[in-house]
């Protein structure tokens, strides 16, 4: 159980509460890590609350999702909950509230759940039958087991305004009239959202709920709640909300495994590039920087630079992820310790069917590093280095630009005869193939390049020196002899 002590209510208390109908959104990942930002910067509690109340849509499998997404990312939590297991808390919480006139039951079908209609005369509000209907007439009808929602009784005619200062939008007022008897339970008695969030709010002592700007609207019915709790009522911060290239808000039914955090894992993304990126969606450091490790974003971090304009994330149907993104995980890739980075490719090869070996990727690694933008390209930068055989040669690749396959032959032959006894570290090999350049008449280039191509299978490779070394003599010499038999097809 949290501290709720004096002492600790001092510090902030901030929450994440996902609803699991679904894998973690990036717009839910967004939220998550602005609260562990927030409570990390100021020394608070974060709580990871699931939001599973909705039945009929939540699954276990959402939830696990979920817990991957979150686990991916890297970033901890320090108590969590399922609301389920909070149903007591929340049907006593609107028991109380019928008991003192701030509910009431509504019996009609029609609004037994907790969407409100609209009619012609515009949006619904309240039903006056089941608002005004005497206490005994309800207790009669319910007594019959004659099922009903419980809504909220809205203070209606007092000229009432509800207002709340929140961090990034500033000033919001409504007028009570306008506001809709919500429901607090479902006909089957289930808690709505509007009940069991701000029930768990204020039993959790939840200081700040930073979340979406969706919803905004909602925080004017979650005053009333937490009044009618008696509790004090958090400061709210609501989030930009992140929207697709057109401006349509980014929607799992409408834009698919774009808008999945394990979407950009799977792709190749650094946890520490994507939070990195993330971040900078409806929030910048003054100091207008982008590149920006995890300790850099928890020192920077306050609600106060959260913009209030919403956030595009700039994809197509070609290129599934935003330029910016990809930037910025190329970057964190080459700030990456070269141990580390190989852990994290390590996986990449293992699905393609390669071994790689700690100590291989420890010499593959630093030669690809400037070459990949993402994770996953280090399987086809790097591929000739797992290959027993390299796929038949194009014999056109291994002709130089200014040569023909003459050239190449000789150049092919001659590598193979001093190779065959040169050591084979870089600086070495450095001199040796310059030194059997000049002894052909050759300059560097005409020289480098079949060589290249047959130990790499390509023209753009890494440097090709250290390429060789990791290699080693006998698969350069075999690949260069393979090589060299391609070109005989060209008389």
């Not at 009570?176 to 808690?191: H, I, N, Q, W, Y």
Request: glycine share 6%.
């Amino acid at each position: 159980m949290p501290d709720l002590s004096p002492s600790a209510a001092k510090t902030p208390r901030v929450r994440f509460a996902p609803s699991p109908t679904g894998y973690l959104h990036v717009g839910g990942a967004r939220t998550f890590i602005f609260n562990w930002l927030y409570a990390r910067h100021n020394h608070g509690t974060l709580v990871l609350r699931l939001d599973d109340t909705d039945v009929e849509r939540n699954t276990e499998a959402s939830v696990q999702s979920i817990f991957e997404g979150l686990r991916w990312l890297g970033l901890d939590w320090d108590e969590e909950y399922k609301q389920s297991e909070r149903l007591a808390l929340h049907r006593q919480a609107a028991e109380d509230f019928f008991a003192k006139g701030l509910a009431y039951r509504d019996f009609t079908p029609a609004h037994a759940g907790d969407d409100n209609q609209s009619s012609a005369q515009g949006a619904w509000l309240f039903n006056a039958g089941m608002r005004e209907m005497s206490r005994e007439e309800s207790d009669r009808r319910a007594a019959t087991g004659e099922p009903f929602a419980l809504r909220y009784r809205v203070p209606r005619g007092e000229g009432r305004t509800l207002s709340f200062i929140d961090s990034v939008y500033g000033a919001q007022q409504k007028l009570a009239d306008e506001v809709e008897d919500f429901a607090l339970l479902r006909s089957d008695s289930m808690p709505t959202y509007h009940l069991a969030s701000c029930v768990d709010d204020a039993d959790l002592h939840i200081s700040h709920i930073i979340r979406g700007q969706d919803h905004l609207t909602n925080t004017f019915k979650h005053l009333l709640i937490f009044e009618a709790l008696g509790a004090e009522t958090p400061q709210f911060a609501h989030l930009p909300l992140l929207v697709a290239p057109d401006g349509a808000k980014l929607s799992k039914r409408k834009h698919g495994p774009v808008v999945s955090v394990t979407t950009y894992r799977d792709a190749g993304f650094l946890p520490q590039a994507f939070v990195n990126f993330l971040c900078l969606l409806g929030w910048s450091p003054k100091n207008d920087r982008e590149f920006l490790t995890l300790d850099e974003l928890t020192a920077a971090f306050t609600l106060e630079a959260v913009n209030r304009a919403n956030a595009v994330i700039n994809f197509s149907e070609e290129d599934p992820f935003d330029p910016k993104a990809v930037w910025l995980n190329s970057e964190h890739i080459r700030a990456l310790p070269v141990d580390q980075l190989g852990a994290c490719i390590e996986p990449f090869f293992a699905l393609a069917g390669f071994k790689a070996s700690p100590e291989k990727l420890l010499a593959v690694t630093p030669l690809i590093r400037e070459r990949i933008k993402l994770l996953r390209e280090a399987v086809s930068a790097a591929d000739f280095f797992f290959l027993p055989q390299l796929a038949p040669y194009d014999p056109a690749e291994l002709i130089p630009q200014k040569g023909d396959a003459a050239m190449a032959r000789r150049v092919l032959q001659h590598a193979l005869e001093v190779l065959a006894t040169a050591p084979f570290d870089h600086d070495s090999l450095d001199q040796t193939l310059r030194a059997a350049a000049a002894s052909l008449g050759l300059k560097a280039g005409p020289m480098f390049q079949p060589i290249r191509v047959a130990v790499c299978g390509r023209k753009n490779a890494p440097p090709l020196f250290e390429t060789m070394a990791v290699l080693g003599r006998e698969v350069c010499l075999a690949r260069i002899q393979q090589a060299v038999e391609s070109l005989q097809s060209l008389g």
